[in-house]
C-alpha cells in the first residue's frame, strides 16, 4: 500500500506509534506540518496536544507532562529552539525525558523559513549550559522520519534526557509516494520504573552510567526533581562530593550507553574515497555513490558519537569528503580530530546540494 | 501527614532570614495541607528560582525545582496530563516569587486564561532578595532597593489585575501576617481550576535596608497595589473543556493508502515544475498529478514553495514522477515547465532556457519555441489554468494516460466535474498539437 505524505506526516504518525501522548507546540515553519497533524490526531488516539504561547512553554509543558510519566515531544525549528535551550538544560539536569523536533531552515535568527539548511547540528549538540552531551539523531530519507522519531523518543525514555531529532525542511515539507511496508518500526521502549519498597531516590545510581529508575510526581513515592545541583535524593546541595558524582553521571549515562542507539549506513564499494554525510544530503550523495561506485557512510546518530566505529571505518580510506548543508562545515568540526588530515569539507547554503555538485567538488581533489 | 505538621509552628526550622514572609507562607500552606487533609502523595510543589525556591526541602510532598519563571508552565503541563488522562486527584501548587513571576509573566496568563487548574502563591516582597535586593517588575513606585537606591522610577506591575483580565477564576491579594491567609491559600487549593493569590511580604534582608519601614507599613503598600481581595468565578476547567471538545481516546491515527491501478514503465523520470499565482491552485493540481502517478504505479515526489502571505504572489509545485525510487529531490532541468501566470512566470525565469518543454499561457510570451496554451481563460473554475496545463500535457505527450488522471480527480479532488471539464479540453488541445506535430 502506497501513501503520498510528507516527512512531517511521518514524524507525527511514527511519534503516535512510538507511545508519545503529550505534544505542546507553537507554529514555525518548517515544523507547523508536525504540528498540525499531531494536534488534530492525538486526542483521538488518547493523548493530550496544545498550543503553547511560545517555545519556552511548549518544551516546560512537556517536561511538566513527562514528570507524570508521559511520553512528551515537542517540534521547532532554528529561532524556536533557540527559545528553549534553557528548558533542554532543565530537562538535562533534572532527567526527565522529553523529545524535541528541531526541522532545520536557514539561519541566522529568523533567516529564511522555507528554504532548508543544515545549519544546527552544533547549535543542538551542545545546546545546554555546562557542556552536557545530548543525543541527536537525524533521518537520512523522508521514510527514515518515521523510524528515527521512534528511536528519538525510545533514547528520551531509556536515558532520561532531552533527545532531539534533527531534520531539514526538505524532510518535513516534501511530500513523496511511500510504500507503507517499507517503513522500519523499531521495537518501543519504555522508561524504567522504580517498584521497589526501600527508600526511593530520585537520581539514584550504583555505577556513573546507569540510569535512574523513574518515579512520576504524583505517584506512590515521594519525588523530588530539581535543574539544581543536586544528590542521588534530588536535594539542592553544592559542597557534598555526592553532588559532583551526579554531574559526572549525567555524561557518563549518555557516553556509555549511546551505543545502543548509534546508527549509521556504510556501503562499502572499494573505492578510495570515502562520501560521509547526514539528513536528506544523504539522498544526494547515494546518487553519487551508485554512480561513481564510491564509498559512503551516512551517519543518523549524530551526538555523541562511536568514535572507534568510525575512525575503523575511515582508515581504509584515503580521502574523506564531507558533505553537508551550511557554512561553517558542522560535522566537518565534529570529526575533525578522525580525520587524520584526509578529510575535505563540501558546503553550501541556499538549496539541496545536488549530485552534480558532489561530482563537481570530487574533480576538483 | 504527620511530616508537613512538624514544621508548622517552628520557625527555627526553615531556612529564611528571621521574619521572612515565606516562613509565614509556608506555615500556612503547610496548615492548609494538613486541615484539608491532603495526602502528600497527591501533593506536588512545583519552586521557581529565588529564597522562594528553598521550599522544598520543607514539605515531604513531591517537588519539581525548577528553572527561573517556567515553574508556571511546568506546573501547567503535569495538571493538564493529570486533568485529562488521568483521574485529576492532585493538588499542583506554584511557589514563585516577583521576579520569577515577571519572566515567565505569558506562562501565569496562559495558565488563567486555559483555566488549568493550578494554584499559585505568588510571594511579592518587592525585590529580588537572594542576588542581592535589586528592584524588579513588581517593585512600587518610589520604593528603595539597591538597583534603585534613589526611589523606583516606575509603577509596579499589578498581577493580580493582569490575571484578572487574563480570565483567572480565582485571584487574591493580601500580606504575610494576614490572619486570613490560611483560609485563603485553603479556598485556592479547593478551587476549581486556576487560583492565583499573591502575597506582599517584606524582605528583611533588604526592603528594611533601604527603605524606612517596618512590617506594619505593609499595609500601605498593600493598598498601592489595589488592597486585600478575594475573586471566585465559576468556569470550565482546561481537562473538562479539553475532554468535551476534543478528546477521544477511541481511534487510530492511519494514513489513507492509495490503491495501485495500473503498473506503468517510464524510462526517464518526469521533472515537472508548475509555475502559478498563489489561490490559483498550483499546489492542489499538482498534488493531483502525483497522485495520478501513484495510481499508475509509480513514486513522486512534490515540493511547493509561495511567499509567507499564501493568498498572494508566486505559487510553484516541483514534481518529480518516477519509475525508481527517488532519492535526490531537487530539479535543475525540468522536463516540463508550465507557466500559467505572471506571478510563476517572474519566479521561473532562470529555468526558462535550461527546460525541455515549455508550456507557457499565451498571454505570457511570444516565443514561438514555447508550447503556447490559452490556460489562463480557464480562470472561471479554480486551478483551472492549472488544469488546462496539465490536461495539455497529458495530451501532448501523452504522459501514462488520462484516464488515471481522471481517476485522481475523482478521488481526492474538489470541484471535480468542472476541473475534469477544463482538464479534457486542455487534453483535446494537447492531442491535436500531437496529431499536427509528431513527438
Redesign the interface.
Known sequence: ?????SGG?LI??GA?DAGV??F?GYPITPASVIYE?IMR?L??????S?G???E??AI?????????G?K?MTATSGPGFSLMI??VS?ALM?EIPVTIVLAQRLGPATGG??TTSQGDLLLAAFSNSGGYPIPIVSPS?IEESYEFIVHAVNISEVLRTPSIFLTEK?VT?????VD?SSLKKPEILERKIYKGDGEFKTYNFKTLEDVPLFSP????????????AHDKK???KKDDPEVLEVLYHLKEKIIKNIHKFFFYEYVERGSDILLLSYGITS??V??VSEEKNLSYLILKTLYPLEEEIIKSIFERYKKIVVIEENIIGSLYILIRHLLDNKGYSLTKIG??I???EIKKFLNSL | MRDIFEIIDRPQNFPYCPGCGHTAIDMALARAIFELDIK???F?IVSDIGCV??V??LF????????HG?ST??????????E???DN??KVVVMIGDGGSTIGL??L??AAKTNVDIKVLIHNNFLYGMTGGQHSGLTPKDFKTSTTIKGNPFEALKIIDILRNSGATFYARTYSQDPELKEIIKEALTHKGFAAVEILELCTGYATRYNEMKGSDLKNILDYFGGKIKVKVKKESFGEL?KSK????????E??????EKRISLKEPLKIVIAGSAGEGVQLAA?LL??S??LAG?????????P?TVGSGFSISEIIISEKN?????I?KPTYLIITSSDGFKRVKNLLNVSENVIIDESLSENKGYLRIPARKYLKVRGGPNYFSIGFLFGKFNLFGSEIFEKSVLKYGKSKEEVLEVFREGLNLGINYRVQSPI
Open positions: 500500500m502506497k501513501i503520498f505524505v506526516e507525527a504518525k503516535l501522548r503529550f505542546a497533524p490526531e486526542p483521538k488516539v488518547g493523548g493530550v496544545v503553547a504561547s511560545d519556552i512553554s516546560s509543558y512537556c517536561i511538566g507532562a513527562s514528570l507524570m508521559i512528551s534553557e528548558s532543565f533534572s523559513a522555507t530519507t526538505e515539507m516534501t511530500r513523496k509516494s507503507l510526581v504524583g505517584g506512590k513515592y515521594l519525588t523530588r526533581y530539581t535543574g539544581s534530588g536535594d539542592l539522498e544526494s547515494r546518487e538549496s539541496l545536488s549530485p552534480f | 502528600n502523595e497527591d506536588i525556591g528553598l522544598d526541602k515531604s510532598v513531591h517537588t519539581v525545582h525548577t528553572l517556567r508552565a511546568v506546573a501547567v503541563g503535569i495538571k493538564m496530563v493529570d485529562v488522562l488521568f486527584r492532585l505569558l506562562h496568563v496562559e479539553y476534543f478528546f477521544n481516546g477511541k481511534e487510530d491515527f494514513f489513507k493508502g492509495i490503491e495501485i498534488s502525483c497522485y502517478s501513484i509509480l513514486n513522486a515526489t512534490q515540493k511547493n514553495d509561495n509567507v527517488i532519492k535526490y529531490s531537487g535543475e
